[in-house]
């Protein structure tokens, strides 16, 4: 098919993604124990759907999703922990496949970018403050003696 | 004939802004009046050409004109007529010239109310506005010209794409294009403060009712893309932050914090620099998230390759723009008077910290979405980073905002009075807490965002109401004098009351995501399904036939207990011309809650796979976006903040310099 010109909506290419005709987790996948069938989906809803944009593996709808989704509950099924899962999906597909970044030599800056620019906004606000007040005149000796002044003689006159 | 005169006006349109570009700001530097006025006539003969050519291709998509390459890819005969108008723009090359349209529109309501400015400053901004729709014009007419024909013109058009095929679309892009575009007379004001090498209040008296304006609208088209993505995706989400949205929402936080800086500037004389920062970023996003949604870049590394000449072309404007306004700012910024001291607890202070975590929370969306790009690009790794990363981040820091947010609307300006603050919210501060506490008590084991959001709403909301109480009511005063006083409160702190009381609903609405339930499940008829305190059950399934679509719709009942309190029709369309489904979600709203069924296309036995949602307290989300905007209209309407009051109240207070 020819590239779509037309992606004037925002989130369009989410939504094509999404265009196929069948749901993303389906009645016939899921496990019959309930709280493994809830690990799983928390589970698939931390890792990402490979050929789609930006969408976990539980609410797309592409073929492959499906296939690691039926993956991951056979390995929860045998017994196998969720990080246990987790490691063996990235062996596989690289850490690619996980929608939150593992912290590490990568991505140590990404991770803790959001402390180092409020970090660097504090310290110019701060800085601003210092000059400002440096700026500002104080008022003289003299100055305050004749704002007591003033002061005293209004509060005598009451 | 009609679309070839669109075409020639667009050129004409072209030649104009450089009119408007380059005469007024010659005639600012040689302080000539007659040219400086070219700028203000040039601005509005460009809005009336580009309007000629908005109207051509309006007319080609209405008249379904397949001879027009525009026309033939995004339309089709068989289509409604509101559709036909909408995919105007609902294609790479019409929102483009949307996007013109609006910022032509902004720049003849300068050149209409911008009398009473001083001369050099109406005529910079303007020369700047002229430069921003040069470039893009330029764009437009060199690498995405609407009005290209197609010989030979085919029999029917390939149809608008099925999903944009929704009163969404009618809605959404105009709206958010009104806030983005809306952004660049701030930033063309900020240009032409930073040329002149000075600055006053009355500078922020005429940008905020365009800030205003841009913001009101921003909040809105987000809103409406959320809602439209909730109902149309099928599995009840309302924000996934995908590059795109993260597009729209930089524009909004960098606005939002303008917003509040420049009233600061306003009432203050102070933070004059800090708002000039902000007014050039609060544009300079919006132009990056056109890039990002326009080259493609994001959505495929490839779509450079498709057409390299478009997302360089676009690099290029971005560039030009976001490195030209910062370089100003670094060369101009020091010479500009800081004015207005504040002690660090004031109000002053308070919209300081505010500040400083919404940009960062901007900030860390820009990093989330660039970064794996970057990392790709030097080191080959490939990473994602997906919601759980932004969900942790930016949720912290926003979260840490709306805290902040109601003792900075109750403190006072320049040195403010914390400890009675705190006393004058004892009510609010404990009820959120109160409330948090329970619901984290109810949602044990849960994340903990829920009992977060909902303790901050509740605070929130209550702290609001009990500062608009106060400014209305001291003890002993009777009931009749407290009405009086309240009439005679600005209209701007009502709006700002309602923007704060908007955030804490929405919150409030996000807090009830911890309490829905969902349900996956195969419906067989009469076979009741539970989802969170209702069930379901399906009654039939059908086909129906749609003016350019089919559609499987099931009619099921919703029940609590045994009386049915609702009965709603989930469905998918099928489009023949694209060979596409589509998803619509069965809704029904009660109380502020909505069950949400949403399914696939049926098995050979009839039995229908569905998800089923319960959803409480979920349309508060965007009720309180609304409120935000009307919040910000209320602002707008207020005496102080009209359109050109500030510039003529400014032409009689101060005097012009002698030239």
Known sequence: MRRLRGRALLLLPLLLALASPALAVQPDEMMKDPTLEARARSLSSELRCLVCQNESIDDSEAPLARDIRILIRERIGKGESNDAVRAYLVSRYGDFILLRPPFKRETWLLWLSPVLILGLGLGAALIARRRAARITPRLSAEEEARLAALIDGDASRR | MIVEIGHFALVLALAAALAQTVVPFWGARAGDVGLMTVGRNAALIQLALIAVAFAALVNAHLTSDFSVLNVAENSNVAMPTIYKISGVWGNHEGSMLLWVLILAIFGALVALFGRGLPARLRADALAVQGLISLAFLAFILLTSNPFERLAPAP?????????????????????????????????????????????????????????????????????????????????????????????????????????????????????????????????????????????????????????????????????????????????????????????????????????????????????????????????????????????????????????????????????????????????????????????????????????????????????????????????????????????????????????????????????????????????????PVAVGPYSVTLNSVGEQVGPNYKETVASVAVRSGDTVVAEIAPARRQFASRAMTTTQAGLKTLGFGQVYVSIADPAADGAVPARLYWKPLVTLIWLGAAAMALGGALSLADRRLRFGVAARASARTLPQPAE
Not at chain 2, 173 to 188: A, D, E, H, T, W
Not at chain 2, 487 to 510: I, K, N, Q, R
Request: charged share 10%.
């Open chain 2, 155 to 527: 029999f029917e058009g390939r149809d608008l794409n099925p999903i944009l095929q929704d009163p969404g679309l009618a809605i959404h892009p105009p709206m958010l294009y009104l806030g983005y575009v809306g952004f660049s007379i701030v930033y063309s004001f900020a240009a032409a403060a930073l040329i002149e090498g000075r600055i006053e209040a009355a500078w922020a008296r005429f940008v905020r009712p365009f800030t205003l304006v841009a913001w009101s609208f921003l909040t809105l088209g987000i809103a409406a893309g959320s809602f439209w993505a909730y109902y149309t995706l099928g599995w009840g989400g309302f924000w996934f932050w995908d590059p795109v949205e993260n597009a729209s929402l930089m524009p909004w936080l960098a606005g939002t914090a303008f917003l509040h800086s420049v009233a600061v500037m306003e009432k203050r004389d102070a933070l004059k620099i800090w708002t000039i920062f902000l007014a050039i970023l609060a544009f300079s996003f919006s132009l990056l998230g056109t890039f990002l949604v326009r080259s493609g870049v994001l959505t495929s590394v490839h779509a450079f390759a498709n057409d390299p000449r478009r997302g360089v072309f676009i690099l290029a404007i971005l560039a030009m723009f976001i490195c030209g306004s910062f370089a100003l700012f670094a060369w101009r910024a020091p010479m500009l008077k800081q004015g207005g001291l504040f002690a660090p607890v004031s109000r002053e202070g308070a919209l300081v910290v505010n500040n400083l975590l919404l940009t960062t929370a901007c900030a860390t969306v820009l990093f989330g979405t660039l970064y794996p790009l970057a990392l790709e690009q030097l080191t080959g790794e490939k990473i994602t980073v997906g919601a759980p990363f932004f969900n942790l981040t930016c949720g912290t820091l926003l979260l840490t905002a709306c805290l902040v947010a109601p003792f900075g609307f109750s403190l006072a300006w320049k040195r403010g009075d914390l400890l009675g603050v705190v006393q004058r919210l004892a009510l609010a501060i404990i009820v959120g807490v109160v409330a948090a506490l329970i619901s984290a008590a109810w949602l044990s084991g849960a994340p903990i965002f829920a009992p977060l959001a909902m303790g901050l709403a509740l605070f929130v909301i209550l702290a609001t109401l009990i500062e608009v109480g106060a400014r209305a009511w001291r003890p002993g005063l009777t009931a009749g004098v407290a009405l009086k006083r309240s009439l005679g409160l600005p209209l701007s702190f009502f709006g700002g009351a309602l923007a704060h009381l908007g955030l804490g609903v929405t919150l409030l609405g996000l807090s009830g995501l911890g309490f829905g339930a969902e349900t996956v499940a195969t419906l067989h008829k009469g076979v």
